[in-house]
């Protein structure tokens, strides 16, 4: 399924000529955090691109990412993921987005160069680049790895959200506290000892003057959802319920301190990205190789403990997204001068 063309502005990498006028799409499930790896990558190229989602339940999405493709998805086809005209240029993430970077690389002999975030699981030579977190173990001529993961934060967002303040959080005194809740996953699960030790934490911040500013994600408890919407508005802050426009990145743009849970490696990036201190909640059974990536952020000064207190911290910010869109736009360079 083809989504609206996007035009995001450009920026330096932009300027790059085999990167002038080139199209793009963004193939992914369509799920959240590996859609908006692709775009943040995307945009911070400056790139025109098409978002096609490929199905993401029935037999095809069983075998990701060594099976086949949908049939009635496959090239040609007046409808479905691959219809059109091909791009120049194909980034993807996700299993099941693997058999479809595949038969468009099939499909156009090579020509559309691809590029894939996280281990496709099917080999270094997969696609012409990709991007994996250094905790992962896949490497090859055609991998590039960084400390943290691509992402939607960018400078460009944050000033945007710093020079138009959001209605719903410019009214906060007293220290912005942003408060970034996960939730349970195949890796872990949040238990009840887990939740009354978050939500007493954060109460220390709000009691010794604080105003959190928390957002919750779809696989968060009921429980703690509600637990942390008491809280908020028992102490002033501001709780994103879901309903309206997510101020996510307003609240990274506005806090001067970051809390974030230990499930999500993708929300520990985007928080390191601005600067600020970013407190980490641990989880029991956190993913081993976050633990990597965590372990990485603080010898670098940017993450410490959350135990229900501020903690200063020094560091400039921590931003993938660039450097990895420059190794890419290297790449696609490098293939389009090679044919």
């Known amino acids: 399924m083809a989504d609206t063309l996007a035009r995001p502005p450009a920026t330096d990498i932009h300027?790059?000529?085999?990167?002038?006028?080139?199209?793009?799409?963004?193939?992914?499930?369509?799920?959240?955090g590996d859609e908006n790896q692709c775009v943040g990558i995307a945009e911070t190229l400056g790139l025109s691109y098409e978002i096609r989602r490929v199905p993401a339940r029935g037999p095809f999405g069983w075998t990701a990412p060594w099976g086949p493709i949908d049939p009635r998805e496959a090239p040609g086809r007046a409808r479905g993921?691959?219809?059109?005209?091909?791009?120049?240029?194909?980034?993807?993430?996700?299993?099941?987005?693997?058999?479809?970077?595949?038969?468009?690389?099939?499909?156009?002999?090579?020509?559309?160069?691809?590029?894939?975030?996280?281990?496709?699981?099917?080999?270094?030579?997969?696609?012409?680049?990709?991007?994996?977190?250094?905790?992962?173990?896949?490497?090859?001529?055609?991998?590039?790895?960084?400390?943290?993961?691509?992402?939607?934060?960018?400078?460009i967002r944050i000033a945007a959200a710093r020079a138009e303040l959001d209605p719903r959080l410019a009214g906060l005194d007293g220290r912005r506290v942003a408060v970034l809740i996960g939730g349970d996953s195949r890796h872990l699960s949040y238990r009840k000892a887990d939740m009354k030790r978050l939500v007493s934490d954060l109460r220390k911040l709000a009691d010794a003057g604080c105003r959190l500013m928390v957002t919750v994600s779809r696989r968060t408890p009921a429980p703690l959802s509600e637990a942390l919407r008491k809280l908020v508005l028992g102490t002033g802050g501001f709780f994103w319920d879901g309903t309206g426009e997510n101020p996510y990145v307003a609240m990274l743009a506005l806090a001067e301190t970051v809390v974030v849970t230990?499930?999500?490696?993708?929300?520990?990036?985007?928080?390191?990205?601005?600067?600020?201190?970013?407190?980490?909640?641990?989880?029991?059974?956190?993913?081993?190789?976050?633990?990597?990536m965590f372990a990485g952020l603080a010898m670098a000064g940017a993450l410490k403990p959350f135990i229900g207190r501020l903690e200063p911290l020094d560091y400039k910010p921590i931003d993938a997204t660039p450097v990895i869109a420059r190794a890419l736009a290297e790449a696609y360079a490098a293939h389009r001068g090679a044919r």
Do not use: C, Q
């Not at 300027?15 to 959240?32: E, F, M």
């Not at 156009?108 to 160069?113: A, I, P, V």
């Not at 520990?268 to 909640?281: C, I, K, N, R």
């Open 15 to 32: 300027a790059l000529p085999p990167l002038a006028g080139a199209r793009s799409w963004i193939v992914t499930d369509g799920k959240a």
């Open 81 to 155: 993921a691959l219809a059109g005209p091909f791009p120049d240029l194909l980034i993807a993430s996700g299993r099941r987005a693997v058999p479809y970077l595949r038969a468009v690389r099939r499909a156009t002999g090579g020509r559309t160069f691809t590029a894939f975030l996280k281990d496709p699981r099917t080999g270094h030579d997969s696609a012409d680049f990709i991007w994996v977190p250094d905790y992962d173990d896949l490497r090859g001529p055609n991998v590039f790895t960084t400390l943290t993961a691509p992402h939607l934060v960018t400078p």
């Open 262 to 292: 230990s499930d999500s490696a993708n929300m520990v990036s985007e928080a390191v990205s601005t600067g600020a201190p970013v407190l980490l909640f641990d989880l029991p059974r956190t993913y081993i190789r976050h633990r990597r």
